[in-house]
């Protein structure tokens, strides 16, 4: 499992980097057409934009750890292990009962932006923003899994 596992992970994190480079190739792109060129482009900006768009949601669906995170965590550490359990299980509880009440009128809206298409290029709104789907399902995997590890004393707060 963990060879699969790291076979997933590499194949996100070149997924990621394509984006990113995409993003950088439509920026360098933009900036060449419009000022050396005299020329600019159209549909270059919106690459920029649905790539950064994707990028950023891809990468903090599978690439990034809680660690990777900024926490302000300041009181929490001042408090004893059980109140730090107690203080990162509210927390992750918290969060996993916010995505999971905007997680069905996201998913509505998401459908519903099948209608319309982006005004150059003419991507699907709905695949455009089914990125944020996807993230708001990893967000509650992960809420879900940190509040069994911080309920065993396993979260963050244990250095």
């Known amino acids: 499992m963990d060879r699969f596992a790291r076979w997933v992970e590499r194949g996100a994190e070149g997924l ?5 480079a995409l993003l950088f190739a439509s920026f360098l792109l933009q900036v060449f057409s419009r000022y050396v060129l005299d020329s600019p482009l159209g549909w270059t900006l919106e690459a920029c934009l649905v790539t950064y768009l994707w990028s950023v949601f891809w990468a903090s669906t599978w690439l990034l750890r809680e660690r990777d995170h900024v926490r302000f965590d ?13 203080a990162e299980s509210t927390g992750h509880a918290v ?32 695949l455009l923003f089914s990125v944020y789907v996807l993230f708001m399902a990893a967000v509650m995997v992960r809420a879900v899994l940190a509040l069994f590890g911080a309920g065993r004393g396993r979260g963050e707060g244990r250095r």
């Open 16 to 20: 990621g980097a394509l984006l990113f």
């Open 74 to 86: 300041l009181l929490v550490r001042m408090l004893p292990a059980r109140g730090r359990r107690l």
């Open 95 to 126: 969060t996993l009962a916010v995505f999971a009440l905007a997680f069905g009128p996201t998913l509505d809206w998401v459908r519903f932006m099948a209608i319309d298409r982006t005004w150059v290029l003419g991507i699907r709104f709905d």
